[in-house]
C-alpha cells in the first residue's frame, strides 16, 4: 500500500501508446500512456474503458462525431463501440480498465502491446 504520484510516474518513459501498470485493483488495472498522433480505429468486445486526462487534451474520435478531452476529464467509452485517440500535442492519459483490454481490442498491428510494462 504505497502511494502513487502519477507525474513522477510519466516521467519514467518516453514511448507513445505504450500503456504502462501503474496499480491494479479487483481485476482492474490502473494504465497511464502517453499519446500523439492518430491511433488504430479499434473496438473492445467485452470491455469498458476509461480515458482522464492527467496532461493536455485530445481527440476522441467516433465514426459519427469527435469528442474533444481537456486536462481534468474523462470519457467512458462503452464496449463495442468503435473509436480511436488521436492528439495533435503530447497528452498524458491514465486508463482504467479490466486486466483483459487488449490496447488495439480487435486489431493487432504495430501499435499493438500484448506485455505491459509496470511502473
Known amino acids: 500500500m504505497e502511494k502513487i504520484n502519477v507525474a513522477e510516474k ?6 507513445y501508446w505504450s500503456p504502462q501498470i ?3 485493483l479487483n481485476g482492474q488495472q490502473v494504465k497511464l500512456v502517453k499519446f500523439k498522433g492518430p491511433f488504430t480505429w ?3 468486445e467485452n470491455e469498458d474503458e476509461l480515458f482522464y ?10 465514426r459519427d462525431r469527435t469528442v474533444t478531452l481537456n486536462e481534468g476529464e474523462f470519457i467512458v467509452v ?5 473509436h480511436r ?4 500535442e503530447e497528452v498524458h492519459v491514465l ?3 479490466p486486466a483483459t483490454t487488449l490496447n ?3 486489431v493487432e498491428n504495430d501499435f499493438t502491446k500484448k506485455e505491459l510494462g509496470r511502473l
Not at 10 to 15: E, G, K, R, V, Y
Not at 53 to 62: A, H, N, P
Not at 78 to 82: A, C, K, Q, T
Request: charged share 25%; net charge negative.
Open 85 to 88: 485517440p488521436n492528439a495533435k
Open 104 to 106: 488495439t481490442g480487435n
Open 22 to 24: 501503474a496499480g491494479e
Open 78 to 82: 462503452p464496449r463495442g463501440i468503435e
Open 42 to 44: 479499434h473496438h473492445h
Open 95 to 97: 486508463l482504467f480498465e
Open 10 to 15: 510519466f516521467t519514467l518513459f518516453n514511448d
Open 53 to 62: 486526462v492527467v496532461k493536455g487534451s485530445f481527440d476522441m474520435e467516433f
